[in-house]
């Protein structure tokens, strides 16, 4: 489908990839992992022509479609939501607007004209086109795919510049999705969902026609969607088929192979090199010593990948004990003029506790934490920290604080009261900042680099009570794994939104939910609180689903009562039944009567006759329109319809 042939980038004589060979089929779905900054994105915009490598090409079909959605920076404007959606149906709207086109020339034109009969043809070829674009359904394609991303049907007409640079990329993702490329490249693409819209992203890539590309290190998402994990590593893609755990698994393998081939190669290399020495001056050897010379030059030589620079062990001082209480909220309210946010929120906070707040993107959680931490007033109930609490709120753009004038390892030492050099450059080594790293300048580092020097200044005298605003979001795997190692051994109180169920799985013992204004406490990690959802939503349509009996007790009258409604509704339902047979019939009549019709328009001899073939015209397209209307009665009837549980 798609193969990359000797790619090399080369940044001023440092080459982020060389001769990269690497294909891609129909229907793979692939996770491209790897470090920050080691050119995942870079391969990805080169894949998508926005990028020229130095060397080396991109080789694929001129059909192959391929839609590309960045980690930021897009941003939409000048139309309503929907409007601005639906513009990815280019094609159908191109279609629709020269339809109209003609429907204006037609109507100034003599119908016996050359040139009428001309453009009538043009009319039946697009409409002919419309309908296998499926054009007749671009609006609902368009509203389910927002609505499965997160946006309400009050969402739709509003203006896009309304809408935070979280959600223009949730626009950006809608689009790109509706225009169904052969082959989707997303870079990050959860970054900006939360955990109801990932969900139903999933579902959405797993049945999706193409072939997916995608940079994540969220570990769920990645096992969810992908069978195929390709990691770029030294300059090369390698490919592990399986999922996360799996490749972690070959990845120990893989390594151990290749030091097992390193040491071989050493030892042949010193045994090559002896024998060069011993005889390199006498003139009997020496073919064989230019011989061995040669051999040595052109060897592969097996490169270690660098050690990593992870502190597996690494712990920061441990904070002073609060109270048992840290966090009390008492009915507490949050209101922007007349729309309420949050009511009668009332839950404790011990400590020790390790807590995620989930809930969809503007159910209120940075609301509540930003009221807790004193940035936001509440507007009635009372917020109350115990004992002892000393409080550090991360917040999502806690990386944006940092003096970009200062290098990495001034901005640490502004943050330190009593730490020696020795410890702040052990803590900088934890989150990746070692040797002439430490000199950079804030400015030139990337988003993930920003976020990894902002935790290890806040993780330098941790508070007691720490409440973390989405901390995984730009960070990479590695880091991701220190950070949650370090917070594991944190003894203090933790409050953490996000939605990287991974990270919260394996760090949490408390879920809040957060949903229509109210919270939930769910006891246990992430995978409990999912499973305990799960039951609920079961238990919820059963309820739904099945009537209720009555008790073996209840009384004649009522039990007569329960069999004329349930008469009544077998009654309605034969009816709906028979409602539907009879629409079933007429759908059929009408599209037998639509072939027809398709038939004659195909017949060069009806345009002879200018008027019939007018009225032939308006006929196929009132046909058409009575089909659509019918199997929308059809749908609606269906729906009412008791499942045979019922």
């Known amino acids: 489908m798609l193969h990359l042939v000797n790619l090399t980038v080369d940044f001023g004589g440092r080459a982020l990839f060389e001769n990269l060979n690497w294909h891609i089929r129909h229907k793979d779905r692939v996770a491209l992992i790897g470090a920050n900054g080691v050119g995942k994105s870079t391969l990805m915009k080169i894949i998508c022509r926005e990028f020229t490598p130095t060397s080396g090409e991109v080789v694929h079909s001129k059909e192959l479609t391929v839609g590309y959605l960045p980690q930021d920076g ?5 139309k309503p939501l929907l409007a601005e959606t639906m513009t990815a149906f280019a094609e159908i709207m191109s279609v629709h607007d020269r339809m109209k086109v003609i429907e204006h020339q037609l109507a100034s034109l003599d119908h016996e004209s050359e040139e009428y009969m001309e453009l009538i043809h043009r009319y039946g070829d697009l409409q002919h086109r419309l309908e296998s674009l499926d054009g007749f359904s671009i609006e609902a394609k ?9 946006f309400k049907e009050t969402d739709f007409e509003k203006p896009c510049e309304n809408f935070s640079g979280g959600w223009q990329m949730r626009i950006a993702l809608a689009k790109l999705l509706l225009q169904n490329p052969d082959l989707l490249l997303l870079d990050e693409p959860t970054n900006h ?21 995608l940079i994540s290190h969220d570990r769920y998402f990645i096992n969810a969607v ?22 972690e698994d070959e990845k120990i393998l893989s390594e151990e192979r290749l030091l097992a081939a390193y040491e071989r190669q050493q030892d042949e290399l010193k045994r090559v090199q002896v024998f060069i020495d011993r005889f390199r001056y006498k003139a009997s050897k020496a073919r064989q010593v230019q011989s061995r010379v040669k051999m040595l030059d052109r060897m592969d030589k097996i490169q270690l990948p660098e050690e990593e620079r992870k502190a597996v062990n690494f712990r920061f001082p441990q904070p002073v004990k609060s109270g048992r209480v840290v966090l009390e909220m008492e009915d507490v309210h949050k209101s922007y003029g007349n729309k309420e946010v949050l009511r009668n929120v009332s839950f404790t906070l011990e400590r020790g506790e390790k807590v995620a707040l989930i809930g969809v993107n503007g159910a209120g959680k940075s609301t509540l934490v930003k009221m807790i931490a004193g940035a936001e007033p509440v507007s009635r109930g009372e917020i109350n920290l115990g004992y002892n609490v000393s409080l550090e ?58 976020s990894r020097l902002a935790f290890a200044k806040m993780l330098l005298n941790p508070a007691n009570f720490i409440i973390l605003d989405e901390p995984t979001n730009h960070i990479d795997a590695q880091t991701k794994d220190i950070l949650q190692g370090a917070l594991a051994d944190y003894e203090g109180t933790l409050l953490i939104v996000s939605h990287d169920r991974y990270f919260l799985d394996n760090l949490v013992n408390k ?16 995978s409990d609180y999912h499973a305990k959802k799960e039951k609920e939503l079961a238990e919820l349509a059963a309820s739904q689903s099945i009537v209720k009996t009555s008790e073996k007790n209840s009384s004649k009258e009522q039990r007569q009562v329960e069999k004329g409604e349930r008469k009544k509704a077998s009654t309605e339902q034969r009816r709906t039944e028979k409602k539907l047979s009879e629409i079933e019939q007429k759908i059929q009549k009408q599209e037998e009567f639509k072939r027809t019709l398709e038939t004659q328009l195909a017949d060069p001899e009806l345009y002879k006759n200018p008027d019939k073939a007018k009225q032939i015209q308006f006929d196929y397209q009132k046909t058409g329109d009575q089909i659509a209307k019918l199997y929308e009665e059809w749908e609606m009837l269906a729906g009412k319809i008791e499942s045979p549980e019922a």
């Open 393 to 450: 709120y991360f917040a999502q753009q806690q990386a944006e604080k940092l003096n970009i004038q200062n290098t990495v390892y001034e901005e640490i030492t502004s943050a330190s009261v009593s730490h020696t050099p020795v410890i702040l450059r052990t803590i900088l080594g934890a989150f990746l900042f070692s040797g002439d790293d430490v000199n950079k300048k804030v400015n030139v580092l990337s988003g993930g680099e920003r």
């Open 74 to 78: 897009l941003h939409a404007h000048g």
């Open 193 to 213: 969902l939360d955990i109801e819209s990932i969900e139903w992203f999933e579902n959405y890539l797993k049945n999706y026609e193409g072939s997916v590309l």
């Open 226 to 247: 992908c069978d195929r994990i390709t990691e770029l590593e030294r300059r090369q893609l390698i490919d592990y088929f399986g999922d996360y755990e799996q490749y």
């Open 142 to 150: 368009a509203a389910r795919i927002l609505t499965g991303l997160g």
């Open 511 to 526: 879920v809040i939910e957060v949903k229509n204004g109210a919270t939930k406490i769910y006891l246990g990690n992430y």
